[in-house]
């Protein structure tokens, strides 16, 4: 039975996942991120997506995107593919990086959105990597957090317009949402 077609449309906005084979890493170390990230950057330009959000952990990758040209499938299959090459040639493997096709949930409203946004941002802890997701350098946490430098192809003006017109309320305003989620991880 043939897969059902992905929603797609100009102005979507999705929360995308995407796990390694056998949950095998797709990131070993600092260079495999920091490859990803430059791809995410050639994508985010090639494909017009509006990164609102994103987080590499060691086996996984959360995104929260938005598609101002409908082409979720065409920007993910450039992302994830050259990835895998990219891996698989540095680290002298073949074969499947990925377990399935990426995961896409379309988020439908604002609170759908600060959700998702919540969601990755505490991935690293529910994780057990750290106990603040501003200890994660490999999120866009501590950009949108206003705690350090936000990557050319991170879009915070949404997400935080959503909390407040004042940039650095709305900074605060994420900061304390964020820390209010930590409240019920491992409870």
């Excluded at 950057?41 to 509006?50: K, P, S």
């Excluded at 604002?110 to 998702?116: G, I, K, Y």
């Amino acid at each position: 039975m043939a897969r059902p077609l992905r929603i797609q449309f100009p102005g979507a906005i999705y929360h995308l996942t995407t796990r390694g084979v056998d949950r095998q890493p797709i990131f070993r170390d600092r260079d495999d991120r920091l490859a990803f990230l430059r791809l995410l950057d050639r994508v985010a330009t090639l494909d017009e997506f509006r990164i609102h959000a994103f987080c590499l952990m060691t086996n996984h990758v959360h995104l929260l995107v938005e598609t101002p040209r409908g082409n979720v499938g065409t920007g993910m299959h450039r992302l994830l593919h050259r990835h895998a090459r990219t891996f698989n040639h540095r680290h002298g493997r073949r074969g499947h990086l990925f377990e399935e096709r990426y995961g896409s949930s379309l988020l439908r409203s604002e609170e759908h959105l600060l959700s998702a946004a919540r969601y990755i941002a505490l991935n690293p802890v529910r994780a057990g990597l750290c106990d603040d997701p501003a200890a994660w350098p490999w999120s866009s946490h501590r950009a949108t957090a206003g705690l350090g430098p936000r990557p050319r192809f991170l879009v915070t003006d949404w997400l935080l317009g959503v909390l407040d017109a004042r940039r650095e309320v709305a900074h605060a305003r994420y900061r304390d949402f964020i820390g209010a989620g930590t409240d019920t991880i491992g409870a």
